[in-house]
């Protein structure tokens, strides 16, 4: 069997710099941590070493252009870190929290935050139905290549705040994947969901973006009494404290 290790990832391509800028010496410093670190622990596959920056940090960049300025994300079960740190990389304005349950990854991800300075990137560790309430709610939820929608969107959709967005990142199937999910997100809170494209003329193919907006119920009515009982007990418990 080959055996890809850092020797075997392909070097930066042009459209590198221009998606990463004066960061790209930080994304090449990321695509080696992955194709070293990354595959040792199991977090990528070798076979995706040769086509790490197409495949993965182009394809995740990208996604930069259809993110609000300013606002905080949260990248639910990020893994390696897709799309997050290539996310955050491009992006200093945005405050991103990075979601996932397993150890072996946040320990990396801790890891890879602190090599790179990542000072607007912190590392959570938990599912996303665990934090609810614990973690303050975000303008917009990104994924990429977690679950399908509908299941996705269970998950994500109450981490947002109230008109907040979540962004997953697709493949082909995207549109008939939203048209089959679209009464699950209408329960969710959804008032508006489309399909769109990132990185034309840098990415081949390009981005493809599931966007799912909602509005002043995020997760609908069953997540917002969940939310409601997190944050009486969040109170009830900084109560107890001050005694």
Known sequence: MTEFTSSTLPPAPEAAREVFGDRLPDAVRYAELLAEVGVK????GPREVPRLWERHLLNCAVL????????????????????????????????????????????????????????????????????????????????????PLDRL????????????????????????????????????????????????????????VVRVEVGESPGGVRFAAKRAKAARAGRSRGARRRR
């Open 64 to 147: 930069s252009e259809v993110v609000p300025k300013e606002v905080t994300v949260c990248d639910v079960g990020s893994g390696a870190g897709l799309p997050g740190i290539p996310l955050a990389l491009v992006r200093p304005d945005l405050r991103i929290t990075l979601l996932e349950p397993l150890l072996r990854r946040t320990n990396f991800l801790q890891e890879v935050v602190e090599l790179l300075g990542l000072d607007h990137v912190s590392v959570v560790r938990g599912r996303a139905e665990e934090v609810l309430g614990s973690l303050p709610p975000v303008h917009v939820v990104t994924a990429r290549a977690v679950a």
């Open 153 to 208: 969107a269970g998950w994500g959709v109450p981490l947002l705040r109230p008109y907040g967005e979540m962004l997953a990142l697709k493949g082909d199937t995207a549109e008939e994947e939203l048209k089959g999910a679209r009464a699950a997100l209408q329960k969710l809170g959804a008032v508006e969901s489309s399909v769109l494209r990132a990185g034309e003329g840098l990415v081949d193919p390009p981005a493809t």
């Open 41 to 44: 622990r199991g977090l990528i």
